[in-house]
Structures are given as C-alpha cells and as structure tokens.
T-cell receptor
Framework: ETGVTQTPRHLVMGMTNKKSLKCEQH?????MYWYKQSAKKPLELMFV???????ENNSVPSRFSPECPNSSHLFLHLHTLQPEDSALYLC????????????FGPGTRLTVL | GENVEQHPSTLSVQEGDSAVIKCTYS??????FPWYKQELGKRPQLIID?????GEKKDQRIAVTLNKTAKHFSLHITETQPEDSAVYFC???????????FGTGTLLAVQP
C-alpha cells in the first residue's frame, strides 16, 4: 500500500532522546492528522493540519511538536518523552479541510524506556 | 464534552452468525459516522460510513443504521467469516470540523 506511509515502523527511545516520526501521503489530500493509539483507549486525536496550517491541537504536551512543511508531509518531533507516551502513533490524511474519509498510515510503534 | 460510547468491547460469534456493534454519541450536531476495521498489526481502514440524512446503508454483508433521535448508530455484519475477526471502531464527526471522535473499539472474534 502506498497511500499513506509512515517511518519508522518501530522506534525505541530513551527519555532523554530526540527523535522524529515521518508521515507522507500520496493521495493529493490537503489535511493531515496525528493520532495516538494506546491499549484499551479510543484513538486520540493529537493534531490536525489543513492546508499546512495547524487547526487543531488537542492539549498535547509540548514534548510532542508537529511540523507540516507541505501538504504531503507531516512530522512529529519527540523529545524528553515519558514511558506513558509508549503507543502506536498513526498518521491520517483526508481531502478538504473538513474532509470526511480519513485514510490511515500503518503507524509507528513507539516504546519509551 | 464530545464522546462516543461503543459496546460491546469484545464479541465472539460462530462463523455464519451475525454480529452487531452499537455506538452512542453525545454531540447532536454530529452528521457523519464512519466505521473502521483494524486487523492485528495493521492500520484502521474505513469499511462503511453513513451521513445524518440517511437512516441505513448497506454494502454486501455490512450495514449501518442510524437513529438520530436516540443518537445511536450500529454496525451489522451478516454471515460472518473468520477474516472478519478484527477490532472495529465507530466514530462521529461534527460537520464544521475535521475532528473524528472515536469509540473505544470492539474486538470481534469469529470462530470457525
């Protein structure tokens, strides 16, 4: 599948490390999203970018820092994370700033030691 | 705040039986309701969706019903097969936003 890709697929990091997650969409969409998926919890929306502008920030701690350099790419920069930040981080994209169908990437499985 | 409740959290059925998953939403302005299927280790994928101007939608063995008055919607899978085994998520979205509010998921196991 090449619609929405994410790298890396797995990441293990210490609490003092700095790393970045990358998402790329090949669907011509203009809205992109970061979600956090933890066990036994609903998918949590973290950030929404529409036309490269952040339009939603769901009270996410500042140790998560998103970046959207263009409509095809989305990054999530991580620094001084906590063990409870361990989760699957999913990227999604949709067409239109209020687009309905969101297409997900395969996710990055993050483990914070 | 906005939330979506989903039941049951786990569901086990015999192959060939029907499965029903129910969701209730709190925001009466919600007007779009997708269902996603997530197989183990894979990404969530949209399987069916319904808009608030429609009461029912069907796609082969899958159907979704919406009761706007009661603010609940349901996923119905008929003639279940082992490959239907996955976690199913419902979601609701208010028309003027990008924000999907997800339910907590239902783990469906279809026993052969």
């Amino acid at each position: 599948e090449t619609g929405v890709t994410q790298t890396p697929r797995h990441l293990v990091m210490g609490m003092t490390n700095k790393k970045s997650l990358k998402c790329e969409q090949h669907l011509g969409h203009n809205a992109m999203y970061w979600y956090k998926q933890s066990a036994k919890k609903p998918l949590e929306l973290m950030f929404v970018y529409s036309l490269e502008e952040r339009v939603e920030n769901n009270s996410v701690p500042s140790r998560f820092s998103p970046e959207c350099p263009n409509s095809s790419h989305l990054f999530l920069h991580l620094h001084t994370l906590q063990p409870e930040d361990s989760a699957l981080y999913l990227c999604a994209s949709s067409q239109g700033d209020r687009g309905r169908t969101q297409y997900f990437g395969p996710g990055t499985r993050l483990t914070v030691l | 705040g906005e939330n979506v409740e989903q039941h049951p959290s786990t569901l086990s059925v015999q192959e060939g039986d029907s499965a029903v998953i129910k969701c209730t939403y709190s925001d009466s302005a919600s007007n779009y309701f997708p269902w996603y299927k997530q197989e183990l280790g894979k990404r969530p994928q949209l399987i069916i969706d319904i808009r608030s101007n429609v009461g029912e939608k069907k796609d082969q063995r899958i159907a979704v019903t919406l009761n706007k008055t009661a603010k609940h919607f349901s996923l119905h899978i008929t003639e279940t097969q082992p490959e239907d085994s996955a976690v199913y998520f419902c979601a609701a979205k208010r028309g003027a936003t990008n924000k999907l509010i997800f339910g907590t998921g239902t783990l469906l196991a279809v026993q052969p």
